[in-house]
């Protein structure tokens, strides 16, 4: 069974600018979250979602969105980019939202903002 | 959430056994202990997960005390390439959904 995927792998922006990452969970998992890991602050959650519906929120600004579809591809969006932006995105998949249930990682997607 | 301490790092040679040891004093009576590997600028990637005594796959085994208070991490025979930073979760999300992942074992293994 294939992993999840992510994609792009690598991306540079510039301030200002907003960019979209995409996430392909393991076929039948249902739930999807999102991390941001910077050195300093470690791994941080961004929001989860499960049947194309935002379950559960981290605390950052509103620039940071997502939205999952009916296939439980998700994709994630940053607008008007921060240098502070710079990060390893990374997507968990799951089969459920259930507490227990083990976070299956992406690759990650390295973002630079220039 | 049970919190969980690891040490920060460990050096190991090739062929060596290592054992990294997670301590979890607060371990609730449902919860699963759970390790990941990561490796720089890429995903955790899940090792093995366990409730108690021993479990073991093709990669490490995990051994758990009865008092189910630290969890022991063994990987055998290391090689360069599980040079890397161990991870040890106890318990799944919280219920705000997420994974804590603690500071982790930096793993360094020289030939």
């Known amino acids: 069974k294939a992993g999840v995927t992510q994609t792009p792998r690598y991306l540079i922006k510039t301030r200002g600018q907003q960019v979209t990452l995409s996430c392909s969970p393991i076929?039948?998992?249902?739930?999807v979250s999102w991390y941001q890991q910077t050195p300093g602050q470690g791994l941080q959650f961004l929001f989860e979602y499960f049947s194309e519906t935002q379950r559960n929120k981290g605390n950052f600004p509103g620039r940071f969105s997502g939205r999952q579809f009916s296939n439980s591809r998700s994709e994630m969006n940053v607008s008007t980019l921060e240098l502070g932006d710079s990060a390893l995105y990374l997507c968990?998949?799951?089969?459920?939202?259930?507490?227990?249930?083990?976070?299956?990682f992406g690759p990650g997607t390295r973002l630079l903002v220039l | 959430l049970a919190k969980t301490t690891q040490p920060i790092s460990m050096d190991s040679y090739e062929g060596q056994e290592v054992n990294i040891t997670c301590s979890h004093n607060?371990?609730?009576?449902?919860?699963?202990i759970t390790w990941y590997q990561q490796f720089p600028s890429q995903g955790p990637r899940f090792i093995i997960q366990?409730?108690?005594t021993k479990v073991t796959n093709e990669v490490a085994s995990l051994f758990i005390p009865a008092d189910r208070k630290s969890s022991t991490l063994s990987l055998p025979r290391v090689s360069l390439s599980d040079t890397a930073v161990y991870y040890c979760?106890?318990?799944?999300?919280?219920?705000?959904?997420?994974?804590?992942f603690g500071q982790g074992t930096e793993l360094s293994v020289k030939p």
């Open positions: 968990a998949s799951s089969h459920h939202a259930g507490i227990q249930e083990t976070q299956y």
């Open positions: 366990g409730y108690k």
């Open positions: 607060n371990i609730a009576t449902n919860d699963y």
């Open positions: 979760l106890v318990g799944g999300r919280n219920q705000g959904g997420k994974l804590i």
């Open positions: 076929s039948g998992h249902r739930s």
